[in-house]
T-cell receptor, first 116, second 111 residues
Framework: NAGVMQNPRHLVRRRGQEARLRCSPM?????VYWYRQLPEEGLKFMVY????????ESGMPKERFSAEFPKEGPSILRIQQVVRGDSAAYFC??????????????FGDGTRLSIL | QKEVEQDPGPLSVPEGAIVSLNCTYS??????FMWYRQYSRKGPELLMY????GNKEDGRFTAQVDKSSKYISLFIRDSQPSDSATYLC???????????FGTGTRLTIIP
């Protein structure tokens, strides 16, 4: 039973380029979450999605960042016109029916984004 | 003030010792409490998941939640070198899926 799969594991981009991070949730999970982890800091919530819907994007920067979870395929976190401050580890988590239904979030191993 | 406070350590203990890890929080709405273990360059791995106050035991791990004091703990018995990792507490209110994490405690078990 595969866990949450994220790719790529490492991504290097130059300033101004676009970064696309992919997340395939655990089998049967329809809730997806994205978090960002900066060095020496805890994980910070970015966005919560269900299939074809953004449920909570209160942690997403207002510009350059977007997320989607289409009916078919993985969830995508997109960062346009990347800047040095976007360098971080980005983690995806999935849940069967949501934490408030006693179903915890399970995490992937993250994508480490480096901006040159 | 952060919503969730966690001593970053580092914490070093000899193999076989009992380890106590703690978090305090300020938001009384938090209802679900989790402990994750994170090895270097890996994702957080769920260890314990509890709802509201009380204790929960799973093998060598015991989680305690004291909502009156806004204080949660994770105890590791018979600690092993393989327990060396960063331990993250996380919590969220009912009806809100957004997890709020502590900054993590780096633990080293010395053989």
């Amino acid at each position: 039973n595969a866990g949450v799969m994220q790719n790529p594991r490492h991504l290097v981009r130059r300033r101004g380029q676009e970064a696309r991070l992919r997340c395939s949730p655990m089998k049967g999970h329809s809730h997806v979450y994205w978090y960002r982890q900066l060095p020496e800091e805890g994980l910070k919530f970015m966005v919560y999605l269900q299939k074809e819907n953004i449920i909570d994007e209160s942690g997403m920067p207002k510009e350059r960042f977007s997320a989607e979870f289409p009916k078919e395929g993985p969830s995508i976190l997109r960062i346009q016109q990347v800047v040095r401050g976007d360098s971080a580890a980005y983690f995806c988590a999935s849940s069967l029916t949501g934490v408030s239904s006693n179903q915890p979030q399970h995490f992937g191993d993250g994508t480490r984004l480096s901006i040159l | 003030q952060k919503e969730v406070e966690q001593d970053p350590g580092p914490l070093s203990v000899p193999e076989g010792a009992i380890v106590s890890l703690n978090c305090t929080y300020s938001n009384s709405a938090f209802q679900y409490f989790m402990w994750y273990r994170q090895y270097s360059r890996k994702g957080p791995e769920l260890l314990m998941y509890t709802y509201s106050s009380g204790n929960k035991e799973d093998g060598r791990f015991t989680a305690q939640v004291d909502k009156s004091s806004k204080y949660i703990s994770l105890f590791i018995r018979d600690s092993q070198p393989s327990d060396s990792a960063t331990y993250l507490c996380a919590m969220n209110p009912f009806g809100n899926e957004k997890l709020t994490f502590g900054t993590g405690t780096r633990l080293t078990i010395i053989p």
